[in-house]
């Protein structure tokens, strides 16, 4: 955000990278990096530049200068670094900052609407010979980030969520009938949009697995697609890969039960699980 606010001041005074840059005695490329968010701020460097740039005062440098402090100041997720991986790190940042976070799930209920149960079987599937110890603070991690759909500025969130993972009993029977009546009550936060897709459907547009994309209120940001793998990610933000992510989610809305009848289908999910052995 701080990034894309520096650059438009620049190109607003028609100033190049390269004057911008001899100004706080760093290169073309540093700047560059600084107007996309991928080096960290000085402040002092963010507060000759706005002076730069003809902003030598008032309420929109002041705010800039907090940006600046801000983007600096190791976000909470960092306290969780010993069983965070590096390459999820951003992600966490890119999620508490959106104001929209559309997600595709194929396997797992979406992270941020898992009961704790449903979480710490999810880690162990991939962690079951960490010490227990590690395996709680990964449940914690899981558990503060969906915080962020509670508190008072919480961003959109419209989850899609293959049948598969509603109907694999992850954790146990007991554990999965906790979670989908879980996601009943998730259903009923004005923020929350969950859809399902159905088995009956077929194959549909999502062939290349479990996706997220992310927006944001600066409308200077663009949309950032995050696809994870199995011990790395994808940061997506290119204009052409964003509209293609972002039709396949379109289309797999129109292709999934609409809203309405996503707790209806839950109900019967629930019913079905209750009456297997």
């Known amino acids: 955000m701080l990034g894309a606010n520096l650059r438009r001041l620049r190109e607003g005074k028609g100033i190049t990278r390269e004057n911008a840059g001899w100004h706080i005695r760093a290169s ?3 700047i560059s990096r600084m107007e996309l968010g991928r080096v960290s701020f000085k402040e002092r460097d963010v507060a000759d530049l706005l002076t730069f740039y003809g902003l030598s005062d008032g309420d929109e440098r002041e705010r800039l200068l907090t940006l600046a402090r801000d ?5 909470w997720w960092h306290r ?6 590096s390459w999820f790190q951003p992600y966490i940042g890119l999620e508490t900052a959106a104001s929209l976070i559309r997600n595709y799930e194929v396997q797992f209920v979406p992270g941020l609407l898992q009961t704790p149960e449903y979480a710490r079987a999810v880690v162990m599937l991939g962690h079951g010979r960490s010490p227990a110890p590690e395996i709680d603070r990964r449940v914690e991690l899981r558990m503060v980030r969906q915080q962020l759909l509670t508190r008072p500025d919480a961003p959109q969130f419209w989850a899609v969520v293959d049948e598969a993972a509603l109907r694999r009993p992850v954790g146990g029977k007991t554990v999965m009938l906790q979670q989908i009546h879980a996601l009943i009550e998730a259903t009923a936060q004005p923020n929350i949009r969950v859809q399902v897709v159905p088995f009956r459907i077929g194959g549909h547009a999502a062939h290349g697995g479990s996706f997220s994309i992310l927006r944001f209120a600066e409308p200077d940001l663009p949309d950032v697609v995050y696809v994870e793998q199995l011990t790395s990610s994808l940061y997506l933000d290119k204009r052409d890969d964003v509209d293609q992510y972002a039709y396949v989610m379109e289309t797999l809305c129109i292709e999934a039960a609409p809203p309405e009848d996503t707790v209806p289908i839950l109900h019967k999910i629930a019913h079905e699980l209750e009456h297997t052995d």
């Open 80 to 85: 969780y670094s010993d069983v965070l991986p």
């Open 28 to 30: 073309e490329s540093k």
């Open 71 to 75: 983007a600096s100041t190791p976000g």
